[in-house]
């Protein structure tokens, strides 16, 4: 299994790594081993990757540049194919449609989600539909002073796409239908003024959609019903509270669905949930310290056995092994250090 890194690379992102690396993950030792470094990026973060794992998708924090690699899945190795203007600023996060003919974009510093033609081979193709997003901004003057998508996700029959707008206190729902997005009846669903809607994930087998809320650091857990969702429940990240700031990131359901995580920053952790079976509801359980500061990203690997945390300002990435009767994650400590890490995704070696 291969590792891939995004790390924040320029000044105006705070960063202080050099591009993509590589690593090969050897689960039996816990060992990551280096095996290539890309340089000459600018703030490489998100990924997204092709069913069979041969083309890896990156946007660029704070630029207006999404960049297209292929994976030699011998070696782990990527080769740029190519980078195009994704027609907006400070894209965050861009998802493939069902046919991978596409790529939907959200630019957090324009408030633009943008479609992009993808080539047979997987190259970028110029914008061909940039929609701007429409709302009122929230009550923090500095992180909601206007739009601000900060995820783009397909929903499993991939009918429809969905974008939290941490900036507008929204989550907006599309169809996607011919390569292009178009406004479901319902249009967005507001969430507390405040909230700052961030990211997203649905449960791997009920219909439901969970939100992680940025500002407020809770949890909102929707009803997905073919493009229409309606809110259920809105649960704290730090029931106890926290003495300081603290906002959410990442979030992401374990592939057994019994179990949701959620990080986050100022308390330093990564927050389980546990997932009642039927409904879809969370309990919070607890937080594991993430052994690092600031985890700005973090996921499962391939086998769902495995979570890692890209602590940003500590400039590492830190592992945990997965009780699968609990879901508590058990610390292993530091498998690798590099700059500002934003983002990790894994591809199985061929």
């Known amino acids: 299994m291969f590792a891939y890194v995004g790390c924040y690379t320029t000044a105006d992102r705070d960063g202080r790594g050099d591009g993509i690396r590589v690593y090969r993950v050897n689960n039996t030792e816990d060992q990551w081993t280096e095996v290539q470094r890309v340089g000459g990026l600018e703030n490489p973060s998100l990924f997204t990757l092709r069913r069979d794992q041969s083309v890896l998708y990156s946007v660029h924090g704070g630029r207006n540049l999404l960049s297209a690699f292929s994976v030699d899945r011998s070696s782990g190795r990527l080769t ?38 993808l080539e047979a081979d997987g190259r970028l193709a110029q914008v061909s539909q940039l929609v701007t997003l429409t709302g009122t901004p929230g009550p923090d003057p500095v992180q909601q002073s206007s739009s601000h998508p900060h995820a783009v996700i397909f929903d499993p029959s991939g009918e429809y796409v969905i974008v939290p707008d941490k900036g507008f206190d929204k989550t ?35 219909p439901i959609l969970y939100v992680n809320n940025e500002l407020d650091s ?25 003495e300081g700031r603290n906002t959410t990131a990442e979030i992401t359901a374990s592939p057994c669905g019994r179990f949701l995580y959620v990080s986050n920053r100022g308390q330093d952790s990564v927050v389980l949930f546990q997932v009642t079976p039927g409904t879809g509801r969370l309990t919070y359980v607890g937080n594991t310290p993430t052994g690092g500061r600031r985890p700005r990203f973090f996921t499962l690997d391939l086998t769902g056995e495995r979570l890692y945390a890209a602590n940003q300002d500590s400039d590492d990435i830190t592992g945990f092994r997965i009780d ?25 070696a061929s």
């Not at 949890?219 to 493009?227: C, D, I, M, S």
């Open 80 to 117: 740029l194919l190519n980078q195009i203007d994704c027609q907006g600023n400070n894209p965050v996060d861009c998802a493939l449609d069902p046919s991978e003919r596409f790529l939907v974009v959200g630019n957090y510093g324009t408030g633009t989600v943008a479609v992009m033609p």
């Open 324 to 348: 699968t009767a609990t879901g508590i994650p058990r610390p292993m400590g530091v498998v690798a250090r590099t700059g500002s890490p934003s983002a990790i995704s894994f591809v199985r």
């Open 172 to 206: 907006f729902l599309f169809r996607f239908s011919a390569g292009r997005v178009e406004p479901t009846e319902q249009a967005s669903i507001a969430s507390k003024p405040g909230a700052a809607p961030r990211h997203t994930t649905f449960h791997p087998s009920l």
């Open 218 to 242: 809770t949890v909102t857990v929707f009803e997905w019903n073919a493009g229409h969702a309606t809110e259920a429940q809105v649960i704290s990240t730090i029931p106890g509270g926290h």
